[in-house]
């Protein structure tokens, strides 16, 4: 069974900093790129950063680039995703997901998904 499990949600005061980590199981870990995406409430979901877990390369959009970096251990199936200076606007519900495609901010390019994992930075 495919799972991605996110946890490390939680509630920030702007300026502050999470961790979130995507736990995956029942697929090989090399052969999918995991993006991180956030859906804020009437807003639709965007892509916020991707992994190659083969080789590495990371992708940043640019409203989150020098604030949040996202890591992998390959050992243990997870991905990081290391959020800094947050702000108001970076509420939303993070997902996880993974994709064949490298690099895509595209959710529809994403075939397994989890179930999400709430943020919520307070000014």
């Known amino acids: 069974e495919v799972q991605l499990v996110e946890s490390g949600g939680g509630l920030v005061q702007a300026g502050g900093s999470l961790r979130l980590s995507c736990a995956v199981s029942g697929f090989t870990f090399d052969d999918y790129a995991i993006g991180w995406f956030r859906q804020a409430p009437g807003k639709e979901r965007e892509g916020v950063s991707c992994?190659?877990?083969?080789?590495?390369?990371?992708y940043y959009a640019d409203s989150v680039k020098g604030r949040f970096t996202i890591s992998s251990d390959n050992a243990k199936n997870t991905v990081y995703l290391q959020m800094n200076s947050l702000k108001p606007e970076d509420t939303a519900v993070y997902y996880c997901a993974a994709a064949f495609v490298a690099g895509s901010f595209f959710s529809y390019e994403y075939v397994y998904w989890g179930q999400g994992t709430q943020v919520t930075v307070s000014s």
């Open positions: 992994i190659t877990s083969s080789d590495g390369s990371t």
